[in-house]
């Protein structure tokens, strides 16, 4: 990516302080931070480093202790909860950890939720969901339930939810976590593709360095600071003879 | 986004039906339960009342023996005759009837088909007395009455069960030995207190009735029909003094007779059921309370998994008021159903139980709008104030609770 495109993401001194008084922790202790448009950025680093908080963070969905989080230079800590919620609605698409499906509630319905809110007609959401659960190989399992699916299917089933507003940043926190190698390259592959051919910008939690190598760029966290930040310029090798999926 | 949230709503309630059904079970039953006690108290202090009204106002009831209740003894003590009432009728003012009874139990036969009831050897006055008017015929002549005629006046059920829609008027009874003509019918008055039905009763001269069934001049008793104007207490004084005079009591003897005031009775016996009533209230309070708690308990236990719930409908973009809109329709149609399902079980039971009890079935709209609304009310509160509290969350927050 070129130094000339514009900052999307511009993370400022952020701190995020959990509890209070004697139980208090700070998990975050100043991250300075430039995502632009179209980088595929992969975040590193031991457990408990922050990653998952600045992800968080980054998704609109906690607020930091203080700093300045700047999304396409709009200042998010002047917005009011509406104004994030439609930050979210509109620009990002969040993977969690956790999966975070309804329960009881079928796959193709989890994946139209997005589209539910967003006021599209349910002929939109059905093709979309169909379109998306497609990408991320879960054909045949849309009348599934969470309770049904496997655990990597659970997050194809997230990533599929992420995805399928075709957001401006999607935001992944451990997206091969649950899954074997073989799913995990696919996954990898989509989310290349998605960064490739729809400009998405794309952030991803991981622990493998054969996630990371990926990405053209890779943060590594350490005790809540950012340790390193490096550029690749190699990953486009590994995706180059992958098909492009159907999104 | 009002059909979306509906959508969503209606979906959440089919997903979660179990939850759904024990909310609904939950409102239902605390809705039936207190609009079914409130119609049925309210039911019972009716027909009290109509009771009352069918006693005819200011009526003494005069037996013999020393007092009422368990332990009376009225054997020893002597009976009343028919100069008795002829005294009472010359020396007591005020009074509009005096009719003496005489009671025997009986059994019935017209043509192919017998009944056992109440006969009672009586004059005239008991119709006044007893408030009875007369369906069909007339009552006994001068004559009847002082030869002892062998006629009859039937109660309406007596004439259902011997005659059934036929009239029977100019028909005759077989009364134990002696054949008895028809000459009235009694209007119909329904169940008398405690389950007795006033209308199974065969009414016949005194003389007939001392003659041919208990052969004694005996009397068993005497109903007193005092005027409106009469003070009773001043009527039972003078009464109690001319029958201790004739009965020849000494100064500090008991009295070996009772004279009941079934105005009296009857305060008594409204009072009892109006108490009756407060209690079915109290308990009916009690199980919209429990009912209301159940409802409570089934929200709370679901807190968590709807908090997380709507930490991920708002993460993944929804607003405030979206996730909120639709938790208060899930809320109110829930509990709209379960009040509606309450309100018609509650009128089918009501149906059911006052006619099992011969009760009067009165629809008080009032309580089956004050039940519904509390219990919606309850329904919506607890469906709505925590998922409030949740969507105040930062999402993360909502996600992480446990
Ligand atoms: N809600 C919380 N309350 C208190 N401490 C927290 C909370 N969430 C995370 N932490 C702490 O903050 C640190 C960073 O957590 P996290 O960002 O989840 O790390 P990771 O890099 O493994 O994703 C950890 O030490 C964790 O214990
Ligand atoms: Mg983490």
Known sequence: MSEASPPLIELRAITKTYGEGQAAFQALCGIDLVIRAGEFVAVMGPSGSGKSTVMNLLGCLDTPTSGHYLFRGIAVETLDRNQRALLRRHSLGFVFQGFNLLARTTAQENVELPLLYRGETAEARHAAARAALKCVGLDGWEQHTPAELSGGQQQRVAIARAIVTQPLVLLADEPTGNLDSKRSHEIMELLLALNRDQGITVLMVTHEPDMAAYARRIVHFVDGLVDSDTQHAGSSAVGAQAEAPCC | ?402
Not at chain 2, 104 to 127: E, I, M, R
Not at chain 2, 372 to 384: K, M
């Open chain 2, 1 to 402: 986004m009002l059909l979306n949230a509906l959508l969503l709503a209606l979906r959440e309630i089919r997903r979660n039906l179990l939850r759904s059904f024990l909310t609904v079970l939950g409102i239902v039953i605390g809705v039936a339960a207190v609009i079914t006690m409130v119609t049925l108290g309210n039911g019972a202090t009716r027909m009290v009342a109509d009771q009352i009204a069918g006693l005819g106002s200011n009526l003494l009831m005069v037996m013999p023996g020393q007092r009422l209740g368990p332990g009376r003894d009225s054997a020893g003590a002597p009976k009343f005759k028919i100069a008795d009432i002829e005294a009472i009728q010359q020396q007591v003012n005020g009074l509009k009837a005096v009719a003496p009874v005489v009671g025997s139990a009986v059994t019935l036969v017209a043509g192919t088909q017998n009944w056992s009831s109440t006969v009672s050897g009586t004059s005239n006055d008991y119709f006044v007395a007893g408030n009875w008017k007369l369906a069909a015929g007339r009552q006994f002549s001068d004559d009847e009455e002082r030869a002892g005629k062998a006629v009859c006046v039937i109660g309406n059920t007596v004439k259902k069960e011997l005659f059934g829609k036929q009239s029977p008027l100019g028909s005759s009874i077989r009364v134990k030995a002696f054949a008895c003509e028809v000459i009235g019918v009694l209007a119909a008055k329904g169940q008398g207190g405690m389950g007795m039905d006033q209308d199974d009763t065969v009414l016949m001269p005194l003389r007939t009735a001392q003659r041919r069934l208990t052969g004694s001049l005996d009397i068993g008793n005497v109903m007193v029909s005092l005027k409106d104007a009469t003070n009773s207490t001043v009527a039972i004084a003078q009464l109690r003094s001319l029958l201790r005079e004739r009965r020849k009591l000494a100064e500090n003897a008991d009295d070996n007779f009772n004279v009941m005031d079934t105005k009296q009775i009857a305060e008594t016996l409204s009072g009892t059921v109006r108490t009756m009533t407060g209690l079915l209230g109290a308990v009916a309070a009690v199980s919209l309370l429990v009912g209301g708690i159940g409802i409570m308990n089934i929200m709370l236990v679901s807190v968590t998994e709807r908090t997380r719930e709507i930490g991920i409908r708002l993460a993944i973009g929804a607003l405030e008021h979206e996730v909120l809109l639709q938790f208060l329709i899930e809320s109110v149609v829930l509990s709209a159903f379960g009040g509606l399902v309450g309100v018609v079980l509650a009128f089918f039971a009501c149906l059911g139980l006052t006619a099992l009890m011969s009760m009067p079935f009165l629809f008080n709209p009032g309580i089956n709008l004050t039940a519904f609304a509390f219990s919606a009310a309850i329904g919506v509160i607890f469906g709505y104030v925590p998922a409030r509290r949740a969507a105040q969350l930062d999402p993360i927050q909502a996600l992480r609770h446990e």
